[in-house]
């Protein structure tokens, strides 16, 4: 009787170490079942078409590239993109850009033609991503860049070697009947220190001064 009673408790000994072996490797697998579920929910990248996310006032440079420019080329297609949709008429546009080792000057484009009674400025701040002001100009605000643009009709590029120097570049195009456009001038300026560049400093000074006006 002894003997069985031994054999029987042994026997239900053992059965439970069985459940609970058992329940161990159930829980353990739910476990990392549970885990790999999370780690392939995470790491899965959905598959569908790739939108890119719009730029306020910013366009691609192509046409400005292929009309000879060098510096800020993003920014000289927003000023043709201007010239050649936005509304008013405008058949001109002057604009000064800079580019730089370790910032920009910011740039400025201005919209007129002979006809105009008013024209518009268009300024970015140094830095900056995206237009900060465009507002119209007075005859007299304008009248420092027709000065400026009739002085750097004699001008030719200044292409000295500066390292991480500010980089400028004043443009001049027109827009035909057609909507094709001209460079009437382009002045390149990568100024080393070391020559008289007053006719370049009066240039870039007066887009410059817009920077106050046109706020």
Request: aromatic share 6%.
């Amino acid at each position: 009787m002894t003997c069985l009673l031994t054999c029987r408790m042994v026997l239900l000994h053992r059965l439970a170490v069985l459940l609970e072996v058992g329940l161990l490797v159930g829980a353990c697998s739910c476990i990392n079942t549970s885990g790999n579920a999370a780690t392939e929910s995470s790491g899965r990248i959905k598959e569908g078409p790739t939108v890119s996310a719009p730029t306020p006032n910013r366009a691609p440079a192509s046409t400005s590239k292929a009309l000879g420019g060098r510096v800020a080329l993003d920014w000289q297609q927003v000023m043709l993109d201007k010239l050649a949709k936005d509304p008013g008429g405008f058949q001109e546009a002057w604009g000064l850009f800079s580019e730089g080792g370790w910032a920009n000057a910011g740039q400025v484009m201005v919209f007129g033609d002979a006809k105009s009674t008013s024209w518009r400025a268009v300024v970015v701040e140094p830095e900056a991503d995206r237009i900060s002001t465009d507002q119209v100009l007075s005859a007299a605000a304008f009248a420092p860049i027709a000065k400026a643009a009739k002085a750097a009709a004699s001008l030719v590029d200044l292409d000295m070697v500066a390292l991480d120097a500010l980089t400028f570049e004043y443009v001049h195009v027109q827009k035909d009947g057609s909507g094709n456009f001209k460079v009437v001038k382009r002045v390149f300026i990568r100024n080393g220190g070391k020559k008289d560049t007053r006719e370049y400093d009066a240039l870039i000074a007066a887009f410059q001064l817009l920077r106050g006006v046109a706020k």
